[in-house]
């Protein structure tokens, strides 16, 4: 019998399985604390939790926003950096364009004052030819003069006589040399 009271005993004292009234107010406790988590304390822990995903939700859209935007703007510095290229390439075009024009006219301008100065250059000859001839003339008639008064005999100093024998002395000259080239 004392074995029998003894293994009730050890029976009654197992502590896997808990004595009934205990169960029943634990689980009287848990139903209650269930209950005021779920009536109180789950609703703000779900309003927070759909608080947060809505702020991370907002945050990828305002960063996917943002991340279009700034797409938006590479493309348009791009656009504009193309722009800018062809403006460049179109600017410096046009400036060998007029390069080229300019120089066009500076040669033309440089052959029109080589013309101008060639052309005085020929006036300033014939100029001086014809001082230098009528030098000469005056050089010849002189010698002429002095040349014919001693072969004469007589003075030739009348200026009138002397330009006319002078002329008629330049004139057979000029026919006789005119005559000669004739020939050739």
Do not use: C
């Not at 943002?66 to 797409?71: N, R």
């Not at 460049?88 to 101008?116: D, P, Y």
């Not at 040399?177 to 020939?183: S, V």
């Amino acid at each position: 019998m004392n074995a029998l009271v003894q293994m009730a005993a050890e029976e009654a004292e197992n502590p896997l399985i808990p004595p009934i009234p205990e169960l029943v107010i634990g689980l009287i406790a848990f139903f209650i604390v269930f209950g005021f988590l779920a009536k109180k304390l789950l609703p703000n822990i779900n309003k927070v939790l759909d608080e947060r995903r809505e702020a991370i939700e907002g945050g990828m859209e305002k960063a996917e926003a943002a991340e279009a935007e700034a797409q938006q703007v590479l493309e348009d510095y791009r656009a504009q950096l193309a722009d800018a290229r062809h403006e460049a390439a179109r600017m410096r075009q046009e400036a060998q364009e007029q390069g080229v024009a300019l120089i066009a006219e500076m040669r033309i301008e440089g052959q029109r004052q080589r013309e101008e100065i060639i052309a005085a250059g020929h006036a300033q000859i014939a100029a001086d030819r014809k001082a230098a001839a009528a030098s000469l003339r005056q050089d010849v008639g002189k010698l002429a003069t002095d040349l014919a008064s001693k072969l004469v005999g007589e003075s030739l100093e009348d200026s009138a006589r002397q330009s006319r024998t002078i002329d008629r002395f330049l004139d057979g000259l000029e026919e006789s040399a005119t005559t000669a080239e004739a020939k050739r």
